[in-house]
């Protein structure tokens, strides 16, 4: 009963974190901060929810695949962020100025 | 339990509505490309949800293929379609 | 009771989004939006092969739809402009 | 990237071809309609007979004992098709290698993690054909984004790897599926027709083909000319010019 809620917090946590980064990356005014909102989503909100799962699956190598995503994830999500952010830097796009 | 996770994955997919927006209108391609590696991250959330609510263990292959090939396309994008010039457009 | 309510939302806005994507991918003018739009249209579709039981196929969608079809047409996107780009440059030479 | 426009849409056309498709249009929506209102609502399909049969295909995922066993017609010829699109693609000459400069160590690291994951998903995914959703093209499918992955870095097939045996890959899936097809007619058997006590491994042989077949093939598609044509000397986009 006790780890339902933890994982329910953990899930809705998760929920929360894919909200604000889709509304950092309608609501933000250029490429690098956009990119800001929306790794935030991708690393922590997916993990969060990967968490909230992982607590109630029923075997080790379920939770271990679910890990497997969440690291893929961050890998490929840092990888492909720092891409665009030095490509557009590159292209001469300037971050935004109030 | 079911009903929560049921209830987040249609909420995921209303974020992943609203974030269609920016692949609509841009402006540069470079944001259009972010909408669309969130999507990507979202829809993973969402089958993970669906696979632990329907009890489809065959969804988190579907998931696991989705985290994959979202940096194929990315890697793509940035190594061949972003060209000079794009960023008036 | 609302499980299958959820769900039944979940798929009418699944399908309503599909043939909404479709509409702008096929009437976009820019391609590159088209293309960005068509992946985000694989993914959607492969969610809804998810909910039609048909996981087979929605792996075989995540794989090509979302995969490799996008590194494609932005391959082929790429050739596409510096070949344009070619003939723009030899006509300018042409009419001066 | 400039902005590339559709030269055709940029016309309206006349308001007598746009009514010629509305109502083209419309009249297939209704036969589409009609179509499936007259389905009936609770048809006899093959379901029941592919459960009742699934342990003598060999394999216990439904999908696959269709694909791979009772409709193995459908997979022989999907094997052709790629073959022939890649036949197509390669007689049009070919585009020219549109290399990009930049040499960037986070891509780098990050391509020389993905592609093996990759080849293990693909082997994972063959594997798992046989009992869940999976199976050969799917696994295909990620060996080939593997490929891509490389040929996003620039990666160039070795040119004493790009005649016979590119070729030889390239067709083994189609080959081995029909020998193994044939190889049973000479055993009183229907052609494509495998003895229930071997089908399992059999299938997962034409099976283990067919994905570096399809891997490879779509991984060319993707490269657009063959690999042992220089491609420099053919065409010159002149993109530096």
Not at chain 1, 20 to 32: C, S, W
Not at chain 3, 60 to 66: K, L
Request: charged residues 15%; contains cysteine; aromatic residues 10%.
């Amino acid at each position: 009963m006790i780890i339902d809620v933890i994982s329910a917090f953990f899930i809705l946590l998760g929920a929360l974190f894919f909200l604000a980064g889709t509304l950092g990356l309608l609501r933000f005014p250029d490429v690098y901060t956009r990119l800001h909102a929306l790794t935030k989503s991708d690393n922590v909100g997916l993990g969060l929810i990967i968490i909230g799962l992982m607590l109630q699956v029923d075997s080790w190598l379920v939770a271990a695949k679910l890990l497997f995503i969440w690291f893929l994830v961050l890998l490929a999500g840092a990888g492909v962020a720092h891409l665009i952010a030095s490509t557009a830097q590159k292209r001469g796009l300037k971050p935004w100025k109030k | 339990m079911n009903t929560l996770y049921l209830a987040v994955a249609l909420f995921l997919l209303l974020t992943l509505i609203a974030g269609m927006w920016r692949i609509l209108h841009g402006p540069t391609p470079a944001d259009r490309m972010l909408a669309a590696q969130l999507f990507g991250t979202t829809a993973v959330a969402c089958l993970l949800l669906l696979s632990q609510a329907l009890e489809q263990p065959a969804l988190r292959d579907i998931a696991l293929v989705f985290a994959l090939l979202a940096a194929v396309t990315a890697i793509a994008f940035v190594k061949r379609a972003w060209l000079k010039k794009s960023d008036e457009s | 009771m609302e499980e299958i309510s959820i769900l039944l939302l979940f798929d009418v806005l699944v399908g309503l989004t599909l043939v909404w994507l479709a509409w702008q991918t096929l009437s976009s003018l820019d391609l590159f939006r088209a293309i960005v739009l068509f992946i985000a249209f694989g993914l959607l579709m492969a969610l809804a092969w998810v909910r039609l039981n048909a996981p087979d196929v929605a792996l075989a969608e995540a794989t090509i739809g979302a995969g490799l079809t996008g590194a494609l047409f932005l391959s082929a996107l790429a050739q596409l402009s510096a070949s344009t780009k070619r003939k723009d440059e030899e006509n300018k030479i042409e009419n001066s | 990237m400039r902005k590339i426009k559709l030269k055709i849409l940029e016309k309206k056309p006349s308001l007598f071809t746009r009514l010629t498709l509305g109502i083209l249009m419309f009249l297939l929506a209704a036969s589409l309609a009609y179509a499936v209102w007259s389905l009936p609502t609770q048809a006899l399909g093959l379901s029941a007979e592919v459960a009742k049969n699934v342990e003598m295909s060999g394999v216990s995922n439904p999908v696959t004992a269709v694909l791979l066993n009772y409709r193995s017609y459908d997979t022989l010829l999907e094997l052709g098709v790629l073959l022939l699109a890649l036949f197509g693609v390669w007689s049009l000459g070919g585009v020219s290698a549109n290399k990009s400069s930049f040499v960037n160590p986070i891509l780098d690291f990050l391509s020389r993690f993905l592609v093996p994951v990759f080849i293990l998903f693909s082997g994972y995914l063959l594997w798992v054909g046989g009992f869940a959703p999976g199976g050969a093209f799917q696994a295909g499918a990620v060996l080939a984004a593997a490929g891509v992955l490389l040929f996003l870095n620039d990666w160039q097939l070795e040119r004493k790897y790009s005649g016979f045996s590119l070729r030889f890959v390239l067709v083994l899936g189609l080959v081995l599926f029909v020998a193994i097809g044939f190889g049973f007619v000479f055993l009183d058997r229907v052609f494509l027709e495998y003895p229930p006590q071997l089908a399992g491994g059999l299938i997962l042989l034409i099976e283990a083909a067919a994905t570096l077949s399809i891997g490879i093939s779509l991984a060319a598609l993707f490269l657009g000319r063959d690999p042992s044509v220089k491609s420099d000397s053919k065409i010159d986009t002149g993109v530096h010019k």
